[in-house]
């Protein structure tokens, strides 16, 4: 049995079946209680899988777009009060009710977007705590308009109504509703969107050299996210048949947080696994004590807490994963790539400057990082900077990826001024670049890593990608956080080739690497500029492998270049053998 | 002028409250980078008790004994709380599980309270008389909660700056690998941070019981506050927090005096998205540096 399980393609077909699996239940939660004849139970479970197709969205918004959001219970709410509003107190109807409650949705979702783009995290959470405390109070306070505690009741002709065999309408609607919002939850992680959307959520600074605008992503995530729970707020009326301000209380955003943390963050499945626990465990187990549910409900979910701290789902796929980890992981290796007779990717050789910076000067508060640095990159050349531990060489790379803007001083790429480019639009002009941490994501399988460095240039062949197919499967089924330090630098320098950026930044690519693989990774900078036309510039503690690669050799010493030229040179300034005493043994 | 006294009195006592969640945050945050969202909840104990303790006509003797037994009280029931919330936290604080864990105690706390009051509004009586302030009559509890939060300031910033334990609470704010490799045992002083904000939401709720709302409901609404207090001044700064606490307390109080209770709340929120869109950083806090 163990083994059958394990067999299951973990990382790849997971999502997709954990979708599945979830659509089964939730048709099986449905349609048994309909057949069995119990409208106590049917009713139910309406109500559980409206707020699982809202968790679901909320799943995404939460692990894949990294966005704490308290407040989806309001954005369930104004959809559901507003049909009540338009379309019996106004007399509307309830299709023109429901046109408004999904646009009233989409803008208060899409409210809660705008301090994302400025604030994250918990402080972004108790902005929309707020508004989920706030909102049951102003449909209070505006009682003109919403007939305040007394409510709103709705009838839809037509949605309810049983048909022979017991279904009706609204069971099918929602159906439909729940499967399709995990079935999109899954197609939406295969997309490059989707993949590009979780890069953001897990280190913005290398989303961003890699072309990404997070804050446009927030906004996806926020609209998709109100989308999927406004039309959930409209079914919720015809369910229910009645709308009052006490539905909605801050209680409700906290139940679908809750769902999809204790269900286990991030996983296909987990929202409606945390759903149904913390739905039907009080409700169903203390039917007859109701003033104990709010209680139960509150230890049902500590406890899950405490003991499955990934969350019900996370925790058993957890534990599948670590089982299959026994096996092989698989081998990054360049051989593929340099062994492929790559052909006709060499653009023509011209002796222009690929990267200009002029006067460039950066401080930290009192101390100067960078004091008004020169520095000239020719294309398609290897330009090596050097110099000792906080000589200001990082900060360098910052700046001409965008990262840290400088005090003064430009920054021209392919003669395109570009010192006040944001990251992602450096990225654009073609700038890649590697960290000394690489920037690694675990929760993608290793394919799924360098794919995401193709998707940083969709309109170009990826070339990459095809040059390295015969790996696809086995690199699709592991994650890559048991790979070595070493490796997880090569896949990083692999994804920045993939993202076809003429120009790339490699921030210490070397350090960790054995004599061996450092002897590979010189090859690799020699095939990129001769075979691939890459112009590179690399900031590196090896001064060996600088040496031997190089074209050209800045040294950078507190923040200023103090010799520049090719090795051979340099190798001989005496101010330059004065910082360097005793390594240079080229 | 009558109006304004009336606002500015009531904001002025409500915001000492709204200071105290805001410093009792700030001390469990500054240790852990942990924002504890049952404080508010905590903070109606701390009113529970009072209700519970304090009989029908109660006398000054007795409120000084039971004070400080409320804050210790609580303090047990926050060290508590913050042992379990600790517990799942493995390493990093860039985990989910303290929002559930800090917010599944508060809805364990509000169901508590929802079984013991049913939906009735029970009131504590005050051994204090009120006074008169320019012909306007001010509960004597308003004063206290103002006194108690000034209190407070003075004892954590003495205790932050003069007291080893203190000290070493502050180095856990500033570098917590650092202050782990100095040999600070951590998650004490962690779970000893909690044991004080206990104390200052204890001492809160006990001094504010006969002006506060006893309510399941009305625990949030004070995290709420209390975190745009802190907020506004900054977080982790305590004086931010007094200053913020008394801010949002007089322009809250000036919109429910205008527009109706109801919308008090919606004023915090709106000043709450003003300072973060404009100042994340708030008056007294340090902008974050980014790292790369």
């Known amino acids: 049995m163990a083994r059958a399980l394990a067999r299951i393609n973990l990382l790849r077909g997971a999502d997709g079946a954990q979708a599945l699996i979830g659509i089964v239940l939730v048709i099986a939660s449905i349609v048994i209680p309909i057949l069995a004849g119990s409208a106590y139970w049917t009713h139910n479970f309406l109500i559980v899988s409206l707020f699982v197709s809202v968790a679901v969205v909320q799943n995404l918004l939460l692990s894949d777009a990294g966005q704490v959001s308290f407040g989806q219970g309001a954005v369930f709410g104004i959809a559901a009060y507003t049909v009540g509003m338009v379309g019996t107190l106004w007399s509307q109807g309830f299709v023109i009710g429901a046109l408004c409650g999904m646009a009233a949705a989409i803008l208060l979702g899409l409210l809660f977007a705008l301090p994302a783009l400025r604030v994250q995290g918990y402080y972004l959470g108790f902005v929309t705590l707020s508004a989920a405390v706030v909102f049951p109070q102003m449909l209070v306070a505006l009682n003109d308009y919403t007939n305040g505690i007394n409510g709103i009741p709705v009838t839809v002709p037509g949605l309810s109504e049983q048909g022979q065999t017991g279904f009706t309408l609204i069971a099918l609607l929602v159906i439909v509703l729940t499967s399709a919002a995990l079935l999109f939850h899954a197609a939406f992680r295969a997309t490059r969107a989707g993949r590009r959307m979780r890069v953001a959520a897990a280190s913005p600074e290398a989303a961003m050299t890699l072309g990404i605008d997070p804050g446009r992503l927030r906004f996806l995530a926020f609209s998709i996210a109100a989308i999927g729970t406004g039309i959930a707020g409209l079914l919720y009326v015809p369910v229910l048949g009645f709308v009052s301000p006490y539905a909605f209380r801050v209680d409700l955003s906290i139940f679908f947080f809750f769902s999809v943390v204790i269900g286990g963050n991030g996983q296909l499945l987990g929202p409606l696994i945390g759903a149904w626990i913390l739905y039907l465990v009080p409700n169903a187990l203390l039917a007859g004590w109701s003033d104990y549910r709010l209680v139960g409900y509150g230890i049902v979910a500590l406890l899950i807490m405490l003991v499955f701290p990934d969350g019900v789902v996370g925790s058993m796929m957890d534990r599948l994963r670590r089982f299959r980890a026994r096996e092989s992981v698989p081998l990054i290796a360049m051989d593929h790539l340099l062994n492929d007779p790559v052909t006709d990717l060499s653009p023509p050789a011209s002796a222009t400057s690929a990267i200009v910076v002029t006067g460039a000067r950066k401080s930290f508060g009192q101390l100067a990082a960078l004091g008004g640095v020169d520095l000239s990159v020719t294309a398609g050349h290897i330009h090596g900077l050097v110099g000792p531990n906080g000589s200001g060489k990082t900060t360098l790379l910052n700046a001409i990826s965008g990262l840290a803007p400088l005090d003064s001083g430009v920054i021209r790429i392919d003669g395109t001024d570009a010192t006040r480019f944001a990251a992602h639009r450096l990225a654009a002009l073609g700038v890649g670049r590697t960290f000394q941490t690489p920037r690694i994501f675990d929760s993608m399988s290793i394919w799924e890593n360098l794919m995401i460095g193709a998707d940083a240039a969709p309109t170009h062949d990826p070339w990459l990608l095809r040059t390295l197919a015969r790996d696809e499967e086995s690199w699709s089924e592991s994650r890559p956080d048991l790979l070595p330090h070493a490796q997880r630098r090569v896949l990083e320098i692999m994804r920045v080739i993939a993202s076809d950026a003429p120009i790339l930044l490699l921030d210490e690519p070397a350090a960790g690497l054995s004599p061996e693989e450092r002897r590979d990774f010189a090859r690799l900078m020699r095939f990129l500029r001769d075979r691939l036309g890459r112009t590179i510039l690399i900031v590196e503690h090896d001064l060996d492998l600088v040496w031997r690669v190089a074209d050209r050799i800045s040294v950078l010493d507190a923040g200023l270049i103090v010799a520049e030229g090719p090795p051979d040179e340099i190798h001989d300034n005496p101010r330059v053998r004065a910082l360097f005493t005793g390594t240079i043994n080229a | ?292």
Do not use: C, K
Request: aromatic share 8%.
């Open chain 2, 1 to 292: 002028m009558q109006d304004l006294l009336i606002i500015a009195v009531h904001g002025i006592g409500a915001g000492a409250i709204f200071a105290l969640v805001g410093m009792s945050f700030n001390v469990v945050f500054n240790a852990s980078g942990i924002l504890n969202f049952a404080q508010g909840n905590l903070l109606v104990l701390g009113g529970l008790f009072a209700l519970l303790t304090l009989p029908g006509e109660p006398s000054v003797t007795g409120w000084l004994v039971l004070l400080p037994i409320a804050a210790i009280v609580l303090a047990a029931l926050v060290a508590i709380q913050g042992g379990i919330t600790l517990l799942p936290l493995r390493s990093s604080v860039e985990q989910h599980s303290w929002l559930i864990t800090t917010l599944a105690a508060s809805v364990i706390i509000s169901g508590v309270l929802m079984i013991y009051q049913g939906s009735a509004q029970p009131t504590v009586h005050s051994p204090f008389a009120g006074f008169r302030l320019m012909g306007m009559r001010v509960p004597a509890s308003y004063a206290l909660a103002t006194l108690l939060a000034i209190l407070w300031y003075v004892a954590l910033y003495l205790f932050h700056t003069r007291m080893l334990t203190g000290l070493a609470m502050s180095a856990i704010s500033q570098d917590l690998d650092a202050a782990r490799a100095a040999g600070l045992r951590v998650r004490r002083l962690q779970i000893l941070s909690f044991a004080i904000s206990g104390l200052i939401v204890g001492s809160a709720g006990f001094v504010a019981a006969p002006v506060m709302a006893i309510a399941s409901d009305s625990g949030i609404s004070y995290v709420m506050n209390g975190f745009v207090a802190a907020v506004i001044g900054g977080i982790g700064s305590n004086l931010g927090a007094l200053i913020g606490g008394f801010l949002v307390g007089v322009i809250t109080s000036y919109a429910a005096f205008n527009y109706g209770g109801e919308f008090q709340d919606a004023v915090a929120l709106a000043l709450l998205v003003g300072v973060l869109m404009l100042r994340p950083q708030g008056l007294l806090g340090r902008p974050a540096a980014r790292r790369v």
